[in-house]
């Protein structure tokens, strides 16, 4: 199982306040990458929300992204938040205090500042390419800062760690409504329970079609199978076209 | 606790073939509305894991609206996780049969079709104004279509049934750095810890600030109390402009 889950912890996204960005584009990524996301929370920046979010995520995931919640302040509280959930203590990382001694330069360290060298006890830390600061891991969870262009930049480092399993997908444009298709997709999923059959109708009457039918699975010869089970199933008429 | 909580079920969102448009309506429209949302979750069309999130999205939130799986077709399975997940059966609404039947006119209705008027036990059908189709609601979970144009058509015959509770918003943009501002912070959130305190820096050098910092309760006076001990605590010449 090397599927992954993300987890978007802010307030400012559920209060309206901000857009999320990041959720997208974590979607996107994961995509290209080749990975299977399984699950994407929002939660607000709450010890226990974050616990039981990422408790639930880490039941079918064995990766977690989480964003946000990762800076200095009262309401940063994800580090805390993940040690508790992975039952591990919080430790200053010696290693992380170097690197905010070195990006405050010349200005004095404020004591706050140090909060940010605080991590899971068995931490690791992962270089990003030309970026100041490197990405928190603990046992498969990814601390990753809310701010996009980090986010951005930080989970570039973070795909390689995740395996790909490129998946194959077929799409089928049919002339038929859900109701009339509903008896042949129950046989064939029914049949090839492995093979992800999604179906989804549209309602605009200049479409061309009216469900679009997908078929995918990692394993290109499953997913021709059902194409043709498909094909062979519904009356010729009512396949529009192929994608 | 008259919390909302977010149910997108659709694995062609998770699998990156369609952005999700109804996440982020729900977030603008609750927050338009004054209700608060307390979580967003994003999950595949699979009756466990819809399950499971909603057994934990109810453990905090009075409503929870749901996005997507309830066609006739073999990947809609959001009536029966709704149905387990709050320990009822399934039945069929004999109000729902009669308004597939009057929506196929002059064609034969597939045994299919009638899938969509299985619902929970004790299920009640709120009209929508002039649309064919009433919202399925159970027990506080209101069950909404995937398709976008449906999904804002239906929840604005939901979001009466959810009690306003507007709040009160301040900003105030300052010109110092989080790690400066985490002690002034950790004080003034300690001592009056029901209203949220927000903190969100912004690395763009031309911002004409370095943090904002965001004040919300239901209660105005609690916002201007701790707004004024912001105000108070932090340097005069930091403070770039109240918002």
Redesign the interface.
Known sequence: MNATAGLIIG??????????LN??HL??R???HGA??????????DVD?IV??LT?AR??ARFVITSGGV??????VTVRAVALALGRRVVRLPEMVELLRRA?EDKP?????L??ADAPEGSELIAVGDTRFPVLACAGVFMLPG?P??FRAQLEAVLPRIPAQPVT?KVLYVALG??????V??AI??SMPHV??????V?ERDAGYRVKL?V?HRDAHAVEAVLDALKASLPASSIVREG
């Open positions: 307030n400012e996204v559920l209060s309206a306040k901000v857009t999320d959720g997208p979607i996107a994961l995509r290209e299977k996301l399984l699950s994407l929370q929002v939660v607000p920046d929300a039981e979010a639930l039941r079918r800076g200095p302040t009262h309401d940063d405050h360290l404020p004591d706050a500042a909060r940010m701010v262009q980090y997908l859900e109701p009339e298709l509903a008896k997709l129950d999923a029914l992800a059959i999604g179906s989804y109708p309602f997908t995918e």
